[in-house]
C-alpha cells in the first residue's frame, strides 16, 4: 500500500509518495495527487521512497505534468529513486518529463 506523506523544507512543502506507485496503487495515487495539484500553485513531489515503479506510474506523472501545465501550476518531482530512475530511463521519458534527474555518484544499479 502506497502512501503520501507532507513535510516542510525551507519554506516548501514537498509531499512524497512512500510504497509501491505501480498498478496496484494507481487509482489510489492518482486521485490523492491530483487533489494535491487542485490545492497547490506549487507542487514538489518527492519519489525518493517510491520502492517498485511501474508503467502505470509513468502514466500517473505524466497526466499530473500535463494537467500543470494545463492548469498554470509549477510541478516537479524530486528525488527520484533508483527504481524511479530505472524506468524513466528505460523508456527515454527523461526529457518528456522536463525535471532535471539528479543521479547521485553513489547510485549503484541501472544499465552501464
Known amino acids: 500500500m502506497a502512501t503520501i506523506n507532507s513535510r516542510e523544507e525551507a519554506g ?10 505501480n498498478i496496484y ?13 487542485a490545492d497547490h500553485q ?6 525518493a521512497a517510491v520502492e ?6 509513468v502514466q500517473i506523472l505524466l497526466l499530473l505534468k500535463r494537467e500543470a501545465q494545463r492548469q498554470g501550476k509549477n510541478l516537479a518531482f524530486v528525488q527520484h529513486s ?4 530505472e524506468v524513466l530511463d528505460l523508456l527515454n521519458l ?3 518529463l522536463g525535471d532535471p534527474l539528479v543521479i547521485p555518484s553513489n547510485a549503484g544499479g541501472g544499465r552501464a
Open 82 to 85: 533508483a527504481s524511479v530512475r
Open 12 to 21: 516548501r512543502r514537498f509531499f512524497e509518495v512512500v510504497g509501491e506507485f
Open 94 to 96: 527523461v526529457a518528456e
Open 42 to 47: 506549487q507542487l514538489d513531489i518527492d519519489l
Open 25 to 37: 496503487s494507481a487509482a489510489q495515487l492518482k486521485d490523492e495527487l491530483v487533489g494535491l495539484l
Open 52 to 57: 517498485d515503479f511501474d508503467s502505470t506510474g
